[in-house]
């Protein structure tokens, strides 16, 4: 079974920065591909950032290019989503996810994490 844990959501000024962090339990974790995805109030679930196990293939969505960067540590077992330069509509709360399938973590990512919150004020 694995496990995801995320923390470092908050509430941050425009123009901020904030860096999620998302514990995964599981001997595997440099298998797995790794993403966040958000969900604001009244919108459907979309994915933020995406980055495969072997670390060569990325995704970002159009709205956070260049402002978002995902990365891992499979020492730790650890990915990360270092959030800069943050606007008022990157309000959302935002989950960690992950599947052993790239193809299945871009459309439904069998572990998810219980998600963390995070709020730019203008």
């Known amino acids: 079974q694995v496990q995801l844990v995320e923390s470092g959501g908050g509430l941050v000024q425009a123009g901020g920065s904030l860096r999620l962090s998302c514990a995964v339990s599981?001997?595997?974790?440099?298998?797995?591909?790794m993403g966040w995805f958000r969900q604001a109030p009244g919108k459907e679930r979309e994915s933020v950032a995406l980055?495969?196990?072997?670390?060569?293939?990325?995704y970002y969505a159009d709205s956070v290019k260049g402002r978002f960067t995902i990365s891992r540590d499979n020492a730790k077992n650890t990915v990360y989503l270092q959030m800069n330069n943050l606007k008022p509509e990157d309000t959302a709360v935002y989950y960690c996810?992950?599947?052993?399938?790239?193809?299945?973590?871009?459309?439904?990512?069998?572990?998810w994490g219980q998600g963390t919150q995070v709020t730019v004020s203008s």
């Open positions: 980055r495969a196990w072997s670390g060569g293939t990325t």
């Open positions: 599981g001997r595997t974790f440099s298998s797995y591909s």
């Open positions: 996810a992950g599947d052993l399938s790239w193809q299945r973590l871009r459309i439904n990512p069998m572990y």
